[in-house]
């Protein structure tokens, strides 16, 4: 009996090898390359197809992509898989995570892998506002990869029934616009809460209005910053949401339904959301949908949105020869050619002046003028350093606060000005907290 | 009452045999008297290690490494990556106790387990009284009730806040035009309820079993002694049933406060995340949340020690005050 029970063991390992060989000649002599990202649905098939390009393109690396959950849920991952060396070899980490990527420990600076690999990556031609958020001391820590803006989405059709061409530029009168929509029932949910409008309705509002968010240029002169966004007129927006919110104008989506379908299945009239829902919108609006750039005060002396989205880390801790794969596809991805497929296929702004001026040339932009507002957005005016972008250590921790906190006001537990007391008080320990950890870095 | 002796004698089981596996594996260094009649089962000591083997790998593994790792955490504060690392002490422990949202999160944690516990009890105990006096169709009756159970919590959690959501959710409209300003997303009271609700439905099933099998355990003659003396089915629920079965009730209550106070956590991540306003994070949440969401693992650690210590005290507490009132002879 325990003869056969061993031969027959061994049949089947002999059978499991011989069918490995068979399946691996191919791929046995090339190198695997992981890589986690974070975005999924129809820009995660997106993704696939970008990895499978690569791997066509030449025959020495694979890469294996894998979807580990939100940008969180992957960062997570990532530091359980560092402390145990089980790290993939690149990680796709949104900007949010910028400060604790930089200073992890955990990464290879791309200009240094890029350069050691022998690749001559033009740092310059990447556009303004992307470039500067990811340049560190001149040179960039991660490559940008999808990088968006949140733009204004509304429904046309809707717009037309009320008697407005489009969307007012201004807070104010976008907020008549809003109501009329409302009283003259062409809509229940003239505006529907985006899930990450921390981004989008304070943190890009304060840019584009030029209001400092914190102290020391946003954190971009040093981690000593403290945050001051109580004291300006991110205040009187967060008043006007919660007046919005109460009379019924904007919805909040809450749990069980992305708040984008609120606006493509036709419910709300208007959302603020991501370039990166064109792919989206596309599909599955079936009105008529427009775009714009994002609101700004009357009287503002208007400067240009953040970026979102997220960029490509190379991690420390792989051989010499999966770096050099690193490096290959890094390479890949920076190129014109692959620039413009992903923005074209995506929403996601082009990262590269040559990517943006040959869609440009094409008259890309004249079939899909939607398409540019991100970019027209991107660069409005000269960026200063209220506009340049955040750099937060353990931004994730005082973004939860802050939303935590904006919740009290939905509620009415707090005043738009106590909230967002508590919520700079709250969020300055964090920053302190940080600053002790990396003191010197 | 099978199933809680059952596990009364496990446990105790699980408590002394370690003691005398250990005892035989010293062998001779122990004296003999002392290890008493049982040990004289087991005259190879590696037996009686190797069957023990498993379920002590099993504590090894997830529960004395991961209680170590939280102690060994919850001293320092720590960069993600582990790059950097300063103890502190008490620190993580003081900044907890004396932050607001912390004491929030508790006086919530105790009310919601604590109603959670009763409702889903007496829920159950209706439902199992009931399932006596269904003559037809008791078993679609029982099928029914059971269900929930076997649906996963993040599925169940997604449902019910699709069904009450303010903007699309169907039950919410009806709400709605019943008049009522129903709106988890800025009602804390409502996400409460919500996630109560979400919570509870799924555990009845739990303790309807175990109810169900308690009450038919109750032998028929002391009910008919009691039917014959005029106690009609309330009365005779209320004192011959709920007496006999009181060791079962006493093993649910434990479980359903470890249930809401552990187990919650896939459906409070789908119905409310935690929100409005940190109204429905739970302890447990707000571990996951300040450790795995917002990476701040020293606090994370700190949190899930006085989480243990609460368990340990509850659990210690409840066996205390309740065992001696439970009889458990029939």
């Known amino acids: 009996m325990a003869s056969t029970y061993v031969k027959s063991i061994t049949g089947l390992l002999t059978a499991g090898a011989l069918l490995m060989g068979a399946t691996g000649a191919h791929a046995a002599d090339r190198v695997k390359i992981e890589w986690w990202y974070a975005i999924s649905g129809k820009l995660g098939d997106t993704v696939q197809q970008l990895i499978s390009d690569f791997n066509k393109s030449q025959d020495k690396y694979e890469i294996v992509g894998t979807f580990k959950g939100n940008y969180e849920e992957t960062m997570a991952a990532m530091v359980a898989a560092y402390r145990v060396n089980q790290q993939p070899a690149i990680l796709q980490s949104a900007e949010r995570g910028f400060m604790t990527m930089l200073n992890s420990g955990a990464i290879i600076p791309v200009d240094q892998l890029m350069t050691k690999q022998g690749y001559k990556t033009d740092w310059n031609d990447f556009i303004k506002p992307v470039a500067g958020f990811y340049i560190v001391n001149g040179k960039p820590a991660a490559l940008p990869f999808n990088s968006s803006t949140p733009i204004l989405w509304y429904n046309a059709d809707a717009f037309k029934a009320a008697g407005f061409d489009a969307p007012s530029d201004t807070w104010q009168g976008l907020e008549k616009q809003l109501y009329a929509l409302k009283e003259k029932k062409i809509t229940d949910c003239s505006m529907a809460l985006p899930g990450d409008f921390q981004w989008s309705l304070i943190e890009n509002y304060s840019a584009i209005n030029n209001y400092p968010f914190a102290t020391k240029a946003n954190g971009y002169a040093g981690l000593d910053t403290e945050f001051v966004y109580n004291k300006t007129g991110v205040v009187g927006q967060v008043a006007r949401l919660k007046k919005w919110v109460d009379d019924g104008v904007l919805k909040i989506a809450g749990q069980g339904v992305a708040p984008i379908s609120l606006f493509t299945s036709g419910t709300c009239a208007t959302i603020i959301n991501s370039t990166a829902s064109h792919s989206g919108v596309e599909a599955d609006a079936k009105f008529k949908w427009s775009a714009a750039v994002m609101p700004h005060e009357e009287g503002a002396d208007v400067r240009n949105g953040t970026i979102g989205g997220a960029s490509l880390w190379a991690v420390k801790g792989k051989s010499e020869e999966v770096q050099a794969g690193v490096a290959a596809f890094f390479n890949f991805v920076a190129q014109p050619a692959t620039q413009e497929w992903w923005s074209k296929a995506t929403g996601y702004v082009p990262v590269t002046n040559a990517a943006y001026q040959k869609m440009k040339s094409e008259g890309y932009f004249k079939d899909h003028p939607t398409r540019e507002i991100a970019i027209e957005q991107l660069s409005r005016g000269e960026p200063t350093d209220n506009s340049r972008g955040f750099r937060f250590g353990n931004h994730n921790q005082s973004t939860a606060i802050l939303i935590e906190e904006i919740q009290a006001v939905w509620t009415g537990k707090k005043t738009p000005q106590e909230a967002l007391d508590s919520s700079v008080k709250r969020g300055n320990e964090i920053l302190r907290q940080y600053e002790k950890l990396h003191a010197g870095k | ?330």
């Not at chain 2, 062998?27 to 049982?38: I, Q």
């Not at chain 2, 106790?97 to 009890?121: G, K």
């Not at chain 2, 169900?212 to 106690?231: N, Q, R, T, W």
Request: hydrophobic share 55%; glycine share 6%.
């Open chain 2, 1 to 330: 009452m099978p199933a809680n002796n059952a596990i009364m004698t496990s446990s105790e089981g699980a408590a002394a045999r370690p003691r005398l596996s250990l005892r035989r594996s010293l062998g001779s260094l122990v004296r003999p008297s002392e290890a008493g009649l049982k040990a004289s089962h087991f005259r190879r000591p590696w037996l009686a290690a190797g069957l023990l083997a498993p379920q002590l790998l099993i504590l090894l593994f997830f529960f004395f490494i991961p209680t170590w790792k939280a102690l060994s955490l919850a001293f320092v504060q720590v960069d993600p990556f582990g790059g950097t690392m300063i103890f502190v002490g008490l620190e993580n422990f003081t900044t907890l106790l004396s932050s607001p949202e912390y004491r929030d999160s508790a006086v919530l944690t105790l009310w919601f387990t604590v109603v959670q516990c009763i409702a889903t009890l007496v829920i159950a105990g209706l439902l199992a009284f009931a399932t006596d006096n269904v003559l037809r169709g008791r078993a679609i009756y029982k099928g029914v009730i059971l269900l929930p159970y076997a649906i996963a919590p993040a599925i169940s959690g997604v449902l019910w806040a699709f069904l009450f959501n303010p903007t699309v959710g169907p039950f919410a409209q009806m709400l709605h035009e019943l008049g009522l300003g129903w709106d988890p997303n800025r009602r804390p009271f409502d996400a409460l309820l919500l996630v109560s609700v979400a919570a509870i439905w799924k555990h009845v099933c739990y303790d309807y079993i175990f109810l169900v099998a308690a009450f038919l355990a109750v032998p028929a003659s002391v009910m008919e002694a009691a039917a014959i003396d005029g106690a009609r089915p309330v009365r005779r629920f209320l004192t011959v049933t709920l007496p006999m079965a009181a060791p079962t009730i006493f093993f649910l209550i434990v479980m359903n406060f470890v249930y809401g106070l552990f187990e919650t956590f896939g459906i409070i991540d789908t119905v409310t995340r935690g929100g409005p306003a940190g109204s429905t994070n739970t302890l447990v949440y707000k571990v996951y949340q300040d450790g795995f969401r917002q990476l701040d693992l020293g606090s994370s650690a700190a949190q899930s020690v006085i989480l243990m210590a609460i368990a340990v005290l509850f659990t210690f507490l409840q066996f205390r005050a309740v065992e001696r009132k439970v009889n458990y002879q029939v």
